[in-house]
């Protein structure tokens, strides 16, 4: 495995740990009824998850250009 790989596993990680505490907070805030900070909350775990999946694509296949979709 090469250095940027490793590099985007570390940031792959990031991004789940990242993932988790904001799955969290959106859960709080649903039971709660802190409808625009859960909206707000899940808008930024959208953003972070296309960024995983597409790190996650990079690594998976030959192809090193990442193509969001947000």
Do not use: G, T, W
């Not at 996650?56 to 979709?69: G, K, M, Q, V």
């Amino acid at each position: 495995m090469s250095q940027i790989e490793k590099n985007v596993s570390k940031f792959i990680e990031c991004l789940k740990e990242q993932e988790n505490k904001l799955k969290q907070k959106a859960k709080f805030c649903n039971e709660h009824n802190f409808k625009k900070e859960e909206e707000y909350i899940r808008s930024k775990l959208q953003i972070i998850q296309e960024i995983r999946f597409e790190s996650e694509l990079i690594l998976e296949s030959n192809d090193n250009r990442p193509y969001f979709n947000f």
